[in-house]
């Protein structure tokens, strides 16, 4: 018997939704960090190794955000973790763009 | 226009499958040997860090002498047929990983099922290189014999004799066409046994779950001209896929993982530390936390990374005063990757907050060298220096205290992918170095 369209999307929305909400966690985590001045006045080390971070980061959740894209498209993917995996990149590359303007 | 079949479809991505790889070309066997081997190294990266690695056990080796991914196989040489048990998606990829960093690789897939939609099919001839069969039809093993010209060219084709995904654990029963086409073309025949990958990837559910993966060789067979050599075969290979698959699938340490703990425990590891550290303080440009790092990683809360860390302070501290004594004594020091305003604000800070002035390079980004040629610069003499230096190796004993206790927490994660790491983070350091020396390039 084979699995229905929910059963199939399910664990799939489920991962890409994790791994976007830990990005974004990672990204408010770093900017925090930075603004409240652990890292002194001058951060370059940290924002450039948090820039490093964040790009590898992008790289994995980029075609996340594009396959929770095309689930959209379907009926069965179109759940509200699907969503999050939408909306959650937006909110991380804007707390990366502060992060990186701290000393850019 | 008359819409187009499902059917039709298909039988237009078989073609156009066929017309890239066939005539099997010397271009075409080099195309799928760096393909191949680019999919081993994504598949094998996806499998160290979302999965829990993949141990190969040579054939007739003992399950516990099992070898990490990235060991050299043997594998027979000339033309190559592989047969493996099949329990989940993940077992072409595993196979992929193993195989595809030696051979040119092909996986025959059942055509109605991985080309019935555009996704399936970018994904079969992207990520997964198939050869398209169509299982349920009388066409099935011309469709196989296809494929004769590629084994002859010394592309290996693995095959799935069971037909599907096994639920219940068993092997099924083998169909013959992989057996018939190694007769046909005279090539090996090479059981191997995937364990494992039933939990990494279920067939019911689940998407990657942390598990470790095995694949166990057997061993090699020739097919003889006749049908009963065809059916002796593919006993053959199904008594050894039974006996290999009671294997419990193991985790191993990767390759990468087992060299930098063997050398931090050897003298090259504490004797690289120490130069690095040492040559930060004058010409090298990369920081002395990089082996320590790496190093206290791999030992995690051990007494070997308190010796790591001192060392890595003395190296840094003893490459500052050899810099410092150079500049009093008007040696020229060659210090590449520095920037005119990096000297102008180490001076400034040496000049007036000198206590402050090393913890400020804790994080600005402007290198030691640069503070310890400024401090040779100022005539500040050498009790003074060592008095600054505090946050110096404040710096390095935090790195390497929490190095080790992300290593002893985070070690069964890093084991399998630590090399991976590794590389990444050398591949990704010119992109930190660059961007310090960008800051540094505008007057701030």
Known sequence: ?104 | MPAVTATQNIERAIGAIRRRYLPATRGVYRFLAVFSWFRAKLFGLAFAVLGQGITITPASARPTDALPLGSRLELPAGPLIVVANHRSHADSAALLTAIGRQRPVLVVADAEYWLASPIGELLSRTLVGVWPIRRDSEVAYNDLSAAAELVRAGVVLVLFPEGTRTRDGKLGRLRSGAFRLAQETGAAVLPIAITGTEKAMPVNGGFINRAPVSLGLGEALQVGPNQDDVDFARIQTASQLTLLTRNEPVQLPGIGWKRVRRAAYGWVGPLVVFLWAFGEGNVWPLIAEMPLLLMVGAVGLRWRTLWLITLSAAGSVLGVIFTWYLTVHGTPVWEPFTTHNMYVEAHRQLATNLNGAFANQMWNGIPVKVYAHEAGTLGLDLPTLLSALGPRITRIALVGGLGALGGQIMGRWLKPCLGTIQLVSLALFPLGLAMSIAYWSVNR
């Open chain 1, 1 to 104: 018997m084979s699995n229905s369209a929910e059963q199939r999307f399910a664990p799939i929305a489920k991962i890409l939704f994790k791994a976007q909400l830990f990005f974004a966690v990672f990204a408010a985590v770093q900017l925090t960090l930075v603004k409240v001045g652990v890292f002194g006045a001058v951060p370059v080390i940290p924002v450039a190794f948090f820039t490093c971070a964040n790009l590898l980061c992008l790289v994995v959740t980029a075609p996340m955000f594009l396959f929770a894209a095309v689930l959209m498209t379907r009926k069965a993917g179109r759940t509200l973790a699907t969503l999050a995996t939408l909306v959650l990149p937006v909110v991380s590359v804007a707390l990366v763009w502060q992060v990186w303007k701290v000393c850019f």
